[in-house]
């Protein structure tokens, strides 16, 4: 056997053996991971389309690959990786996501199933690579509620969704085995990327099965079996519900979701996925998931499966919490006007999705669709902050303009490479030939980067404090 032997324990690869058709396949499994994996990107169609990122960034000459099962999704490889991917400019602007191509295809699966979908709900969402590709099929329409549980990345979570221009979220950090009881059938949609043992990412992470055992294997497939439970009693009957991991066991995948069907016969039934794009028929199982191991598209290891909830099942207890009252309040329509003219005058527009509210001198945007779920669960944040009151007006957010700025030419002022890098390291900008607004959009290849102030010749740099960069930018 080949040193493979060092990253996997002996239970885990008779797991494999028992899983794989044949000692070829067996062998090859061993082999892809020994190799490093590819890189992939999605294009963030809120903020540019496919056509349009392709020809900006031709100039590159990077090897873009497309990923057979999501149309906005590439492979990616550069000559030069001596900048970060991270760092060029068309990321620092949302054009596009790093997102590994496996787990494009859980969202693939959950619009295939149901192009038309007003609330849906990504269960353990942070990073943020599935909540923005499901914005982006929303067209920032609608609700996403997004939650995460661990508190540390919903701070990530939040600056993901803000550089992509997502509008139309709703974060809340829990045990997502809360939902079923706070919220019952309240979703179109619902995708469960659940907390898993890993497996499938070894590839990118060699220390990913240091701690694997067939007894953590278990427990974990346990809070699997209770998120899958309470997913299922908030999807509304006739919904979709996606389950995924990034992991390969049976245990934690195949025997997850035959738990749920046993427990509710008659109210959920599997949809195939053999025919979700072509070539997947080879991940198939015989159930219809898709069993997706590393050596058959040269990704990360994944599992997906979708089911179609067909009937109503009995709700769970009623939690006993007290969520406290919204401290937020719907503003005159007066105000509501006043401020949708300052808005403008700066180029924030939006359209009737979004509803204005009040928090004490701040001004927020939340998506209307959010209202039936108000008052049954405690939000981290909602929608956009788009300002906040003082004396002299209004103080416009950064994440609102990078989410509604709809510039006109005289609106803008475009930056040059040098000058963009210098906005990114939230430093002020004096440029040649001084701008002729007081308040203006700056932009960096057609996209907004922030709104600014003219103070003598020079433009205030607004870029928000925790997201400046330093190192090697875009150039």
């Not at 190799?35 to 100039?59: H, M």
């Not at 192009?115 to 067209?139: C, F, H, L, W, Y």
């Not at 508190?151 to 990530?156: C, I, L, N, P, T």
């Not at 072509?278 to 991940?283: E, T």
Request: aromatic share 10%; glycine share 6%.
């Amino acid at each position: 056997m080949s040193d493979s032997s060092l990253f996997f324990p002996a239970d885990f690869l008779a797991l494999m053996r028992q899983a794989l058709p044949d000692d070829a396949s067996f062998e090859a499994f061993l082999a892809i991971n020994q190799q490093p994996l590819r890189r992939s990107l999605r294009v963030n169609t809120l903020k540019i389309s496919v056509a349009d990122f392709l020809a900006q960034t031709a100039q590159y000459g990077w090897q873009l690959t497309p990923v057979p099962w999501c149309d906005e999704g590439f492979w990616i490889s550069r000559e030069d990786e001596s900048l970060p991917l991270g760092s060029v400019a068309e990321h620092l602007s949302g054009l596009f996501y790093i997102q590994e191509a496996s787990s494009m295809l859980p969202v693939t699966a959950l619009f295939d199933a149901q192009s038309e979908v007003t609330a849906v709900m990504d269960m353990a969402a942070a990073p943020g690579s599935k909540t923005t590709q499901i914005a982006a099929r929303m067209n920032n329409q609608g609700i996403i509620l997004a939650n995460e549980f661990s508190a540390s990345r919903v701070k990530v979570l939040h600056a993901n969704i803000s550089r992509c221009g997502v509008s139309n979220s709703a974060l809340t950090h829990f045990d997502a085995r809360v939902f079923g009881p706070a919220l019952p059938e309240q979703f179109d949609a619902i995708l469960l990327d659940a907390p898993c043992s890993g497996e499938g990412v070894i590839r990118k992470d060699a220390d990913a099965m240091k701690n694997w055992t067939l007894e953590t294997t278990a427990a974990i497939a346990a809070t699997q079996r209770d998120l899958i439970d309470s997913a299922f009693h908030a999807l509304k009957p006739g919904g979709t519900l996606v389950y995924s991991t990034c992991t390969l066991n049976q245990i934690e995948n195949q025997q997850v979701i035959d738990w749920l069907l046993q427990r509710y016969p008659g109210a959920a039934e599997v949809e195939p996925l053999d025919r979700l794009f072509d070539g997947a028929a080879q991940a198939a199982t015989p159930e219809g998931y898709l069993h997706v191991f590393p050596q058959l598209f040269d990704s990360e290891g994944f599992f997906v499966a979708r089911l179609r909830k067909t009937a109503s099942v009995e709700p769970l207890p009623v939690p006993t919490y007290k969520v406290g009252k919204l401290p937020f309040s719907h503003l005159s329509r007066k105000l509501e006007s006043e401020i949708r003219q300052a808005a403008a005058a700066v180029s924030l527009t939006w359209d009737d999705s979004l509803e204005l509210w009040q928090r004490d001198k701040e001004i927020w945007l939340f998506p209307a669709a959010v209202t039936p779920l108000l008052g049954k669960v405690r939000f981290s944040r909602i929608g956009l902050k788009l300002a906040e009151t003082f004396a002299k007006g209004y103080r416009w957010q950064h994440e609102a303009v990078i989410a509604l700025a709809r510039p006109t030419p005289e609106q803008i002022f475009e930056l040059s490479a040098v000058e963009a890098e210098e906005w990114y390291r939230g430093r002020d900008i004096y440029p040649e030939t001084a701008p002729t607004r007081d308040e203006m959009i700056v932009t960096w290849q057609h996209q907004p980067l922030g709104l600014a102030k003219k103070v003598g010749s020079r433009i205030k740099n607004s870029y928000p404090r925790e997201l400046v960069r330093d190192g090697r930018l875009f150039r």
